[in-house]
């Protein structure tokens, strides 16, 4: 389990990035294995969810995910039955008590944004095709109609692959070179090979949308000792 210091400071908030470390499942899938969209079988995968749950909510009836499609996509919640519905898309919002959020990632990033002010709390799945798409933004320009102010807002930028584990096609780079010629700062060129770093585009965003208080946790999810969920 790892955590961000800025969001630790929290005393309206608790979270945690997890591992594979610490769960149920048997076999192929011995972890902390949450993905329903998995074949382990959904009692373990059901119990490793209460776990989880239970790092942060004594509730596991309180938990809302999402059926995430790398989109740009983001659900408000009213209420922890609005669980009920099947969401799809790419990140969560909400201001209300005793719901526990959650995203699911390999080497794609999670990010978590708190405004301390309102106690809005928003957890994001961000790959690269969602934040290429725009899915940070999306959610920061919602907070902010909701009467956030940026220096309120602190984010934790988790787990995710390194730039030095994330080989790229120049098609990849010529796509961000389109959005923008200052994504060439992304890329770094070794040995005829092309490497992106995903967790710094992800951060150039969110400084960019005025978040000051950032955290980034450094852990290669590639990394087989950190024990994560690498593709």
Known sequence: MFYSKKLAKEVHIKHCFFNRLGGK?????????CGRGSFDKRKYINKNLVIASKKICKSYKRLVLLNQIHSNKFFFIKSYKFKK???TGDALITNQKKIILGVLTADCVPVLIFDKKLKVISAIHAGWKGAYKGII???VKHLKKRG???????AAVGPCISQKNY????????KFLKQSSKNKF???K?????????????NSQLKNLGVKKIDIINKDTYNQKNNFFSA
């Open 85 to 87: 519905k099947k969401l």
């Open 137 to 139: 933004q999306n959610v």
């Open 186 to 188: 992304f890329f770094k």
């Open 25 to 33: 499942s048997k076999g192929i899938y011995e972890s902390l294995n």
């Open 148 to 154: 956030s102010e940026t220096e309120n807002l602190i």
């Open 167 to 174: 080989e790229v096609q120049n098609d990849f780079k010529s």
């Open 190 to 202: 070794i040995k005829n090979k092309t490497y992106f770093s995903l967790n710094k585009y992800v």
